[in-house]
């Protein structure tokens, strides 16, 4: 009896990003690439009567042989090309050339720009998302490229932005995360520019995001409804704009159940984002009156979390409450289960990819889309003590 066969596992292809697109979008692109440029070629009249064998079209176009089969085979679908005679040469036929539509038209080239530094590294939730918009834009002519950059800090990068545009040539421009200092640089460059996520200060350019002023108002219900009061949220390197946003959210609802909102506590802040400065802040807090409930903007906040309240010898949830504004795949991993919020990245690029599809709407200034998070209750959480 033969031993049974162990299928391979596959591997995900988006696991690891590089600083220019990985995975399968890069792949499809180049096929759809390598079919554009070989439409331009026939419809300009290139060659005569044959096309040139794969190998040497896959050296011109500079893909693999295997990608240029692809693209030969669409490209024969279509009537354009066939093989035929002894030596299966890929004949031209002109005349369907002639009556078809221009289907080798130029592709348009969008632009990814994700932070790489800081509390930003790129993750599991960017790496969602460029293979939903590859999927929601690559049949429809879009070659989309991907780069990290160093802005997390929120200075302005004008001149490594305007290299990377100058590579790329894009038509739009997508930002992760994106800052007020790239707002107003995609203003003044003219260069059609949509954020998802991030802070827009006083500039102007369609935003589509998960809402953290939502997540935390919906957290912040649950945990009074709990008997909480004493409540901190720490703001570590985040833009004034953002941090002031969530403050007077923060406030505003521990006022509506007359409790009071102590700045310094409630919210300690930090410009810096790496774990000390993250202990600190629960110094400042913990220095006043011992917390009930702690509320994480992202992952490696939580983990920095959980931690510190264990150190002290405080039980989660008995002693304090832990709640993070994200999510992670590896959530399930840890015990108790995590109480967060899960990030509907498909409406994130289904809508980006809606506004793509019209750069018409680029213009339309008031285009700002939040999306809700959705609450996972999880077992972090319990009646404040």
Known sequence: MQPKKTRKKR?????NLSTNLAGPVEKDSRVLQAEMALRRNLR????????????????SFGVSPATMVKAVDRVRRDGWISNEGARLRFVIHRDVILKSKGKEAFLRTLLILAPKSGRTEPARGTSQLLLQLWENLAHKGWNIRFHLDDYASGKRRQKQWDEIVELEKPMAVVSILGTPAMAAWAREAKIPMFFCGGSLGDYSVPLIGISSSLMLEEALDHLLALGHKNIILPLCERTPSFALNLKSVFSKKLVSMHHDFINEFNTPMSDKSDVASFRACL??????K???????????????ALFY????GLNVPKDVSLVVLSYDHSADWFKPLPTHFLHPIDKLAST???WLEDLSTYNNFTLDAKVRGLWQKGETIAKAK
């Open 11 to 15: 591997k995900n292809p988006m696991e």
């Open 44 to 59: 300009s009249g290139s060659w005569d009567k044959y096309v040139p064998g794969i190998r040497i079209l896959a050296t």
């Open 283 to 288: 110094d400042q807090s913990f220095a006043m």
């Open 290 to 304: 011992k917390p009930t409930a702690i509320i994480c903007l992202d992952w490696r906040e939580y983990i920095a």
């Open 309 to 312: 309240v264990q150190e002290k």
């Open 352 to 354: 980006l990819a809606t």
